[in-house]
């Protein structure tokens, strides 16, 4: 019999284990991703035949599985047989979710037709290549640039690290403000603001970065992410003012520039099929796309 335990943010040690030699494509594999929707997303984890299981409820209320991290060819037919019949015992609708391309061909391999699979297009994140995001080239970016240049032009503007002084308890104030703000009764929105207030408090336990925009000595945009291997980097949070004109532009570009500038690629995460969202994260035309897979066997 699985059974499953909620992940805390002292679980850090145990998936670091299971990750630390698994270089992931998606977001969902970052432990501060899990960290922040782990109430959200009712996030548990076991560990069986050596490989960390973890379980997870999507936005419509349907549990799944993520891709087993640290499976191998030798044990991945006995925790397919045994997440299989946890699936049928407990009508889950999908046995994996949130899964990667390579898995997905492994199975594949393994169990040839039986595989079903479905791409999960609302939840592909969008990946760009760093030096894009940093020098706004090109005539694509075109308008992303004038909006950089209208931002430093025009306001007194003042960037602090997140050790500075009181930007913590800014940070934390502003992601309350903006959650009023756009609060429409979404508890998801809630879920994402108490995943906030808790990387925020284990900064350096999680290995982030963070960094704040003041306009007249007031917060009015931050940012939060992290490097998660040699090649790529996560921004997981980023809040700005939307009566500020350029401060998204601004913050994304000094936040990279200033912070990940070393790894090529950055990934930026979902648009949740958020017609806005969609729209402001095609505007920086992704290089590629975080594919993930809906699968049953």
């Known amino acids: ?49 050596n490989a960390l299981i973890i379980k ?13 991290i640290g499976y191998t060819k030798d044990n991945i037919k006995n925790i397919i047989k045994k997440l299989t019949e946890y699936k049928e015992e407990n009508n889950m609708p999908y046995l994996f979710k949130d899964a990667e391309g390579k898995f997905l061909s492994d199975l594949k391999e393994i169990y040839g037709e039986a595989v079903h699979s479905k791409p999960d297009i609302n939840n592909f994140d969008y990946i760009y290549t760093t030096q894009k995001l940093i020098t706004l080239s090109g005539k694509k970016l075109h308008s992303k640039k004038n909006h950089y240049n209208y931002f430093i032009k025009t306001y007194n503007y003042t960037v602090k690290d997140f050790y500075d002084s009181e930007v913590k308890t ?32 284990n900064m350096e336990k999680l290995n ?27 921004i997981h949070i ?3 003012s939307s009566s500020i004109r350029g401060i998204y532009t601004f913050t994304n570009k000094t ?4 912070y990940l ?3 090529k690629y950055i990934n930026r995460e979902q648009d949740l099929g958020i017609e806005g969202l969609r729209k402001a994260k095609r505007s920086y035309y992704p290089v590629k796309m975080g594919e993930k897979y809906c699968i049953n066997i």
């Open 255 to 258: 936040f990279v520039e200033n």
């Open 238 to 240: 980023e809040k700005g």
């Open 261 to 263: 500038s070393d790894v």
């Open 56 to 68: 997870k409820k999507d936005f419509n209320g349907n549990y799944h599985f993520m891709q087993p």
């Open 170 to 201: 800014d940070i934390i104030s502003a992601a309350q403000s903006w959650y009023k703000q756009k609060n429409s009764g979404n508890k998801y929105l809630k879920y994402e603001l108490e995943g906030i207030k808790e990387i925020v408090f």
């Open 1 to 49: 019999m699985l059974i499953f335990k909620p992940i805390t943010i002292d679980d850090k040690s145990i998936f670091d284990k299971y990750l630390v030699n698994y270089n992931f494509d998606t977001s969902e594999y970052s432990f501060t991703s899990l960290i922040i929707w782990r109430k959200g997303c009712d996030i548990t984890y076991t560990i069986y035949d």
């Open 208 to 234: 982030l970065k963070a960094m704040a925009v003041y306009v007249d000595n007031k917060i009015s945009a931050f940012t939060i992410g992290e490097k998660v291997n040699s090649n790529m980097a996560i």
